[in-house]
């Protein structure tokens, strides 16, 4: 029957944003939060049973960082209006710690209201653990060959001195 079929459809897509490998977060006008899988908690600090009943989308963000993020969904020039991709924001954990974070996010319509917001949140802790790694070592690869390039000249100046010395011993 079409009840059940969309009964499944639904429990597919249900599914498929509770697994998802990035933290999904969902919220009416208000700041409630209607979607909240187990990503988002590992990211957030909190669990999805607390969001879901205490948690308001305003408290994710430091400062004002969600009205700048909806002033950005608003306006066309961040992906198109009701629309925000890779934008990079640091997210509030419950204890306090920020974690930088790349940001798609979309505002969800009823015609031309607005009735949520969803936000796919990547963790960017890991890469730029190692880009920062990466930096480190290219500062260092410098060093070495800034020092090799001394080495040389220190050989090459030793070397022209020697030369006229033993001339003059013969």
Known sequence: TLEER?????GFLRNLILSAVDGVI???????ILIFNDAAAEISGYS???????LNIRAVYPGDG?????ARLRSEEH???GKLKQYRVDVLRKDGQTIPI?????IIYEGEQEVATIGFFHDLREELRIQKELEK???QLLQSEKMASLGKLAAGVAHQLNNPL???TL
């Open 6 to 10: 969309l009964r499944r459809s639904n």
């Open 26 to 32: 969902a919220a009416d006008r208000t700041g409630k």
């Open 48 to 54: 999805v049973a607390e969001a879901l009943a205490h």
């Open 66 to 70: 969600a009205r700048e993020i909806m």
């Open 79 to 81: 992906g198109g209006r």
């Open 102 to 106: 790349s940001l798609n996010a979309a």
């Open 137 to 139: 070592a290219q500062i």
């Open 166 to 168: 033993g001339s003059i």
